[in-house]
């Protein structure tokens, strides 16, 4: 088990499968790229503030959330 620092500065503990899910994906990867479990294990991720899902030209993207996506310059 690894944990994942979130936006809001805090850790949240990720099961192997979560974990394997982002090393496997390096960057912001496309919904429709993942298989059916994946998509599942993305939406509970995307719930407890790990991932975040954005549209992109009629598609659903999701990128790890960052604490430096909070902070403005």
């Not at 394997?20 to 993305?42: H, I, M, N, Y």
Request: proline share 3%; hydrophobic share 35%; net charge negative.
């Amino acid at each position: 088990m690894r944990y994942q620092e979130i936006a809001s500065g805090l850790r949240i503990a990720l099961s192997c499968e979560e974990q394997e899910l982002l090393d496997s994906k390096k960057g912001p990867f496309a919904k429709d790229t993942l298989d059916e479990r994946e998509q599942e294990v993305a939406r509970l991720m995307v719930s407890h503030g790990v991932l975040d899902q954005y549209p992109h030209e009629d598609r659903v993207f999701y990128h790890v959330s960052s604490i430096n996506d909070i902070w403005r310059d």
